[in-house]
């Protein structure tokens, strides 16, 4: 069965596809918003990964990412922290799109975490991620 990815993004779809191919591995990949995205599946796993959404849908893009998985099942989160501001590895210049620790915890209730904390990285992930950057990383199991 293959890998189910969405991002609203043409161009990481055509770069995950590729990598995809190179790995021989199977992606049903969607080209889509966050609120748009429909599945008839509930997932064991779900990952996020510097999904920064704007302020005004964040809570719901996390309400429906909870509603994909299903209970017992993982999410996994990486995504910068609000420290991240002030260094010049990337990531959203608006401090509403950044995660602290707190705001996990409330927005994300509904998981039993297995890591929730706060880390310093070294980015090298193409010319506008790299160097030292902040991130929040999160596993958890729904309750």
Do not use: C, W
Not at 29 to 56: C, G, M, N, T, W
Not at 69 to 97: T, Y
């Amino acid at each position: 069965m293959p890998v189910t990815a969405f991002d609203i993004s043409d161009t990481a779809r055509q770069k995950a596809m590729t990598l995809a191919k190179s790995q021989n591995a199977l992606i049903d990949y969607k080209v889509s918003s966050v609120l748009d995205f429909y599945s008839e599946r509930q997932f064991d796993v779900v990952a996020f990964i510097y999904a920064h959404f704007p302020s005004d849908i964040r809570k719901q893009a996390s309400e429906k990412i909870l509603s994909l998985v299903r209970p017992g099942g993982k999410v996994i989160f990486e995504a910068f922290s609000k420290e991240q501001l002030s260094l010049e590895s990337g990531g959203a210049k608006d401090e509403k799109m950044l995660f602290s620790l707190e705001e996990m915890e409330e927005e994300f209730k509904f998981l039993e975490f297995y890591l929730l904390r706060k880390e310093k990285i070294n980015l090298n992930e193409g010319q506008y991620h790299k160097g030292k950057a902040s991130v929040i990383r999160m596993v958890g199991t729904k309750k």
